[in-house]
């Protein structure tokens, strides 16, 4: 699904505002983004300027959406003091989204690296909404300790309506529940059918070569079978900056989502 709206902004208004870990907060938007999931949009913040991120809510959802935002910068801290009853600045969605209709009858493999759980929670939703469509949904995520974890109570439910799921942090503590190690030992010991597996993965780019190699070597999975989500890369969102060129594609125009066999060359570069 690609935009149309060009550089049209919209007020919209906070009706919710949780503080999800110390520098990272989670909005309730009330409004219909229209969004796919995948999708991006620009928040514009007079005297600071703009930044990217994925809507993170149930796309079916008309009522309102949610934003995942945190405090990596000057602009994205200042978004992150905003309060209920006060408005965002929002331009979008933009992009092309995850390839849902590609899935139909096939393994499907969510990797997810830190934030990167952000754009793939309402792949999450979507897929679980048609999951006979599906022969199998797993989960395998990473994060750094278990306060960065985002969306705790979502991984908790998660674990009994996906086939498959495991969750791991750098270090733990006496109370984490899942696993202690790096994602990359997650793919190793997960059993997979490399010719019927889709693989969906977002994250740091580091997390994608290191991913890459046990997806593609180890357990056999095709390049064409795995797509990446680029949007970290992204600038102004409508190719006029030309910032988020990554090869010949631009990320905001021809991504964020990525064939792998097509961009390989470029990650981490």
Known sequence: ???????????????????????????????????????????????????????????????????????????????????????????????????????????????????????????????????????????????????????????????TKLDYMQVAVEKGDRNWWGECCMITELIKKMKIDPKNTVTMMCGPEIMFQFCNEVLCGTKKIMKNNIYVSMERRMECGVGLCQHCNIGKYYVCKDGPVFRLDKIEKEIGR
């Open 1 to 159: 699904m690609k935009d149309n709206k060009g550089l049209k902004f919209n007020k919209y208004k906070i009706v919710n505002k949780e503080q999800a870990t110390p520098d990272t907060v989670i909005y309730k938007i009330a409004g219909d983004l229209n969004f796919s999931p995948g999708q991006f949009v620009q928040i514009s913040l007079p005297h600071f300027g703009e930044a990217t991120f994925a809507p993170c809510s149930d796309p079916n959802n008309k009522e309102f959406f949610n934003l995942c935002i945190r405090d990596q910068g000057s602009t994205s801290a200042a978004l992150t003091k905003l309060q209920v009853g006060e408005e965002m600045i929002i331009r979008g969605p933009y992009g092309n989204g995850w390839p849902i209709g590609k899935l139909i009858g096939k393994d499907i493999l969510l990797l997810v690296g830190g934030m990167g759980i952000v754009p793939i929670r309402p792949l999450i939703y979507e897929l679980l909404k048609y999951k006979k469509e599906f022969k199998k949904i797993s989960l395998l995520a990473g994060f750094k300790t278990p306060h960065h974890l985002l969306f705790n109570e979502d991984f908790l439910s998660w674990k």
